[in-house]
């Protein structure tokens, strides 16, 4: 049963930096696709982030571009997203997915497996 852990939200002030992980487990794709959504109260759930091991590419929503980077651990299954300047629209719940074969990185209908959720509250 594949499982994601998400880790590392929080709260930061306007221009500060927060760290989230998610690991994954129990599964054995060789190639696949992590990343990241958020959704805000009231507010459809978007794209932020993805990493595919198959090509390898990085991919980011242009609103994260530059202030946010994602990596990766081939060890620990495990992908990072470093978030800095943040700002209080990056405040969300962050969700961690994965998929060995997504048609669209960016839409989330495309991912079969998902975290719990992290909180990140962003405050000026």
């Known amino acids: 049963q594949v499982q994601l852990v998400e880790s590392g939200g929080g709260w930061a002030h306007t221009g500060g930096s927060l760290r989230l992980s998610c690991a994954s487990s129990?599964?054995?794709?060789?190639?696949?696709?992590m990343a990241w959504f958020r959704q805000a109260p009231g507010k459809k759930r978007e794209f932020v982030a993805a990493?595919?091991?198959?090509?390898?590419?990085?991919y980011y929503a242009d609103s994260v571009k530059g202030r946010f980077t994602i990596s990766r651990d081939d060890a620990k299954k495990t992908t990072y997203l470093e978030m800095n300047n943040l700002k209080p629209e990056d405040g969300a719940v962050y969700y961690c997915?994965?998929?060995?074969?997504?048609?669209?990185?960016?839409?989330?209908?495309?991912?079969?497996?998902w975290g719990q959720g992290t909180q990140v509250t962003v405050s000026s």
């Open positions: 997915a994965l998929d060995p074969l997504p048609v669209d990185v960016n839409d989330d209908y495309d991912y079969n497996y």
């Open positions: 129990g599964h054995t794709f060789g190639k696949y696709v």
């Open positions: 990493f595919s091991w198959s090509e390898p590419a990085t």
